[in-house]
């Protein structure tokens, strides 16, 4: 373990009246500041508990988000159980690996694990574009799983809306997943999810090997013109998500343009689901859709009868067809167009369209909490306004309902069931996901392992500016190369603990400067709050179950802020001619692959037949339709093939001016 230092303890008591006294704006006068506690200090376990509390607060909303996100009902489309587990094994492999960066641990060789400072890592953001994209990808492809229907396939989908929402039922949930034209199951989130993992576990070497490298050579080979463009355009792309959720969800979100119709068959008294029993109308079942066989697998989806044996009766079949507006009466037309949008199922048991009001509003009382707490809050709720924004959303949620029209039922936004029927306890590996590799995220992946390489240096920076410890010279050297191994060897770890990637949280360094406290007791407390978080399951569920559209209101504040890291990043660049260049061909095809992602993702490619070229194919895409992957691609490409030019610098114009000056007077007069 790093060499200890002498503990010394503080004379003068924490000062607990301007950590937790509310601000009034321009009448708060009172500029005293707090007492700082050093890195080494030795601090009351009871100021610890407290200061590690908060320093919690402030990662829970960041650490959950990726894995709640991934988990979805229209990613991965995992079941509730599964959701919520990946949210606990989030919470718990934090805890467990940021106490591998606190703690620091001495190698041979002179070279270190950890930081020393209290570095609390979680699932990056950086790796959300790409999982999401790879999932995605991975659904729409087949597996070596053979089947004849949907049943056959032995890892179904979720349900994603409806009674059986959450739940997994082959033959019932899990529509369209057996490709009847091949013979083989598309597949699953669990095996998607799985291959993502496994080839994170591939390429997280790469940070692992440029550890070793002295920082110095790091930011040349990427300096901020580059890793500002990268930074920037995650945010830009993670907004938009953000704003989806907000709507009310992404799925009705990027199909808010179609109309869809949903025809239920009639439920009879009885077990009627044997093959061939229930007597459908669906032009659907058997996998056709009159009159236009498969060709309309793609536009029509069947779910078959199902059997609820407490009420003893079979709930009829379903199927539920698009409808575009450019083919007037083409089956299944619908005379009521405005009763056939596309709704947003994952806000508890009130289904509405894209955008309504009532999405918008919840989403907008997380935005306005969170200026709240930034005007009149003390500094303890300035550092947590990230939960308490969240909590408050979800209580304005829980007690609000809808009505629809002509009916006197209460709808609610948030229901108790997933509460209910989660267990008390739950730990790591409790539910696994098949690892395997999926080549085609390779490049992208390796991309977001440099990105979080460079982030990490600038991480650590601010956190030991913010702890008062120095940022240059042979200790500051190895907490860098301890910070990059650790956050190498934590993501790792954390794939084989089944959750995506972990790296250094950069909220730790505004936790620190505001909250004053650097301790490492406050650091390990910190750590234990995160590992007691994700063991208690009901507090998995409880996340779970908040409505999409308040997590919206939520995301997109925490997304945008990687937007404005971005452009701090950026202003620190010469914009020389051939910077200048560089930033806007690489922020004008990211931003604009941002906004119409439809550009590289409808007909770039002809599909072909041959893996190889397939493999190839599916590469390009998956680069393009990632706005930083192709962005930062460019401004990598472009840093090292164009070359250096020497310009006037704004500070030496000057210089100049006065004869300038000089010699415009002299014209004049002449």
């Known amino acids: 373990i790093s060499p200890q230092v002498v503990m010394v303890e503080r004379k003068d008591p924490f000062d607990w009246s301007w950590m937790c006294m509310p601000r009034v704006p321009c009448l708060s006068n009172d500029k005293r500041a707090p007492p700082f506690f050093h890195i080494n200090e030795m601090l009351s376990w009871g100021l610890a508990v407290v200061m590690g509390l908060q320093h919690c607060l402030a990662m829970v909303g960041g650490i959950i988000t990726v894995p709640l996100l991934i988990a979805g009902p229209f990613d991965a489309r995992f079941s509730a159980t599964e959701q919520e587990y990946l949210i606990a094994a989030g919470l718990i492999v934090s805890g467990l690996l940021s106490l591998v960066q606190i703690t620091q641990f001495r190698l041979p060789g002179g070279y270190m694990l950890g930081t020393g400072l209290i570095s609390v890592v979680g699932s990056s953001f950086t790796f959300l574009p790409i999982a999401r994209t790879a999932i995605a990808f991975m659904m729409r492809e087949d597996s070596g799983e053979m089947c004849s229907s949907d049943a056959d396939c032995s890892m179904p989908w979720a349900a994603q809306f409806g009674p059986l929402a959450g739940q997994k039922i082959a033959g019932t949930t899990n529509a369209g997943q057996c490709n009847l034209d091949t013979g083989f199951c598309k597949y699953s989130g669990q095996q998607a999810y799985g ?170 009382s997380v935005f306005v909490m969170l200026i709240l707490i930034e005007v009149f809050g ?54 696994t996901f098949p690892i395997s590799f999926y080549a085609p995220a390779v490049i992208p992946l390796l991309i977001c392992f440099i990105v979080t390489t460079i982030e990490t240096v600038g991480d650590i920076t601010a956190s030991a500016e913010a702890s ?52 490492k007791r406050a650091g390990y407390c910190c750590c234990a709050f995160l590992i007691l978080f994700g063991i208690l399951a009901k507090l998995s569920a409880v996340i779970a179950s908040i409505p999409e559209c308040v997590l919206g209101g939520l995301t997109t504040f925490l997304f945008v802020n990687i937007v404005v890291g971005g452009v701090r990043i950026l202003s620190r660049v010469n914009y020389s001619g051939r910077n200048r260049f560089i930033v806007a061909v690489a922020l004008g095809l990211g931003i604009g692959n941002a906004i119409v992602p439809q550009w590289s993702a409808n007909a770039l490619f002809t599909p072909s037949t041959d893996s190889f070229t397939k493999l ?20 990598l490409i472009l840093h090292t093939i164009l070359p250096d030019e020497d310009e006037v610098l704004e500070e030496d114009l000057s210089i100049l001016e006065p004869k300038r000056e000089l010699e415009y007077e002299d014209t004049v007069i002449k």
Request: glycine residues 12%; charged residues 10%; contains cysteine.
């Open 195 to 364: 291959a993502f993992l496994g080839t994170c576990l591939v390429c997280v070497w790469l940070e692992v090997i440029l550890s070793f490298c002295p920082p110095k050579l790091l930011k040349r080979a990427f300096p901020p013109m580059v890793t500002g463009v990268c930074v920037m355009l995650i945010g830009v792309a993670l907004t938009g998500t953000g704003l989806k959720y907000w709507g009310g969800g992404a799925f009705c979100a990027d199909n808010s343009y179609k109309r869809m119709r949903v025809t239920v068959g009639e439920s009879y008294e009885g077990d009627w689901t044997a093959p061939g029993l229930y007597p459908t109308t669906s032009p659907c079942a058997g996998g056709n859709c009159a009159p236009f066989g498969r060709a309309l697998s793609g536009v029509c989806s069947y779910s078959g009868p199902s059997y609820d044996a407490a009420k003893n009766m079979t709930m009829g079949d379903r199927t539920t067809c698009e409808q575009f507006n450019s083919l007037p009466g083409v089956f299944p037309a619908n005379t009521d167009p405005a009763m056939s949008y596309t709704k947003c199922t994952s806000n508890g048991q009130v289904v509405l369209p894209f955008g309504s009001p009532e999405y918008i509003g919840l989403g907008f």
């Open 378 to 431: 003390s500094p303890f709720m300035r550092n947590c306004e990230i939960i308490i924004a969240l909590v408050f959303g979800y209580f304005v949620a829980g007690v609000s309902s809808y009505t629809p029209p002509g009916s006197d039922d209460k709808l609610w936004y948030v229901t108790p069931n997933r509460i209910d029927n989660a267990p008390s306890i739950t730990f790591l590996w409790v539910h």
């Open 468 to 519: 008062r410890v120095p940022t240059h010279g042979a200790v500051f050297d190895g907490r860098v190369q301890g910070g990059l191994l650790a956050d190498g060897i934590n993501s790792f770890l954390a794939c084989l603990a089944t959750t995506p990637p972990n790296t250094t949280f950069s909220q730790n360094n505004g936790v620190i400067a505001l909250s004053r406290c650097a301790n």
């Open 616 to 635: 190839g194919q599916d590469t390009v895409v998956i680069i393009l339709q990632t706005p930083y992957c192709i962005g930062t691609l460019l401004a």
